[in-house]
């Protein structure tokens, strides 16, 4: 007896196999785009990353500042713990927790600020760039155009990235730029590392 998952996969490889023997027999004109890529690289997603780096340090610094005090925190209250008495010890030991703890919730605080920000900042872009990508297909009668993030393999002569890159810009649809360099997206902001006390 066949498993419902083994039976599954198997009708979705045969599904797509013929899928891919239909389009290739029909001539339909396929081409990938990275999405990802043509956001990041328009020239207003690489000033939003820009931005985005400049919160995301600013962010950072004060988070590794706020650390480091907490740390001498904790070293002055592991010297004072011979002399101070049990309550004065523990009042310490409760202050410092608690700062511990307010300084994790501003790192989920600065984590939160950050991906909506650059949500409202990438998601006008986003859609210039759906949009430069459906003004391709319709001038150059393209039937499918996928995200390359969504695809095992597809061979470089069907990328259109670099064309959507350039409309989305304001330039024309036509020819290939040259590539841009890879901006990734700005990284989150560090957790604090757990200090015990």
């Known amino acids: 007896m066949r498993s419902p998952v083994r039976f599954a996969l198997a009708a979705a490889f ?10 290739a027999a029909d001539g339909m004109k396929v081409a990938v785009v990275d999405v990802q890529r043509a956001v990041m690289q328009t020239e207003d997603g690489l000033r939003a990353q820009a931005s985005l780096k400049k919160m995301f340090d600013s962010r950072q610094q ?15 209250i592991d010297k004072q713990s011979k002399v101070l008495s049990q309550s004065a ?9 608690k700062e511990m703890v307010e300084l994790q919730q501003t790192f989920v605080e600065y984590n939160k600020e950050l991906e909506k920000k ?27 155009i996928v995200d390359r993030a969504t695809v ?17 810009n304001g330039g024309s649809a036509g020819g290939s730029a040259a590539p841009a360099p890879s901006a990734g997206p700005v990284p989150a902001p560090k957790a604090p590392a757990p200090v015990k006390p």
């Open 89 to 97: 010890l523990q009042k310490k030991v409760d202050d410092w927790q």
């Open 118 to 144: 650059q949500k409202e900042m990438t998601d006008p872009i986003f859609e210039r760039v759906v949009g430069a990508i459906k003004r391709i297909a319709g001038t150059d009668s393209y039937d499918l």
């Open 62 to 76: 004060e988070l590794n500042k706020r650390q480091t005090d907490l740390q001498k925190q904790k070293e002055d």
């Open 14 to 23: 045969l599904t797509l196999g013929l899928v891919a023997k239909t389009a």
């Open 152 to 168: 095992a393999f597809a061979r470089s002569d069907l990328d259109l990235t670099d064309r959507v890159i350039q409309l989305a």
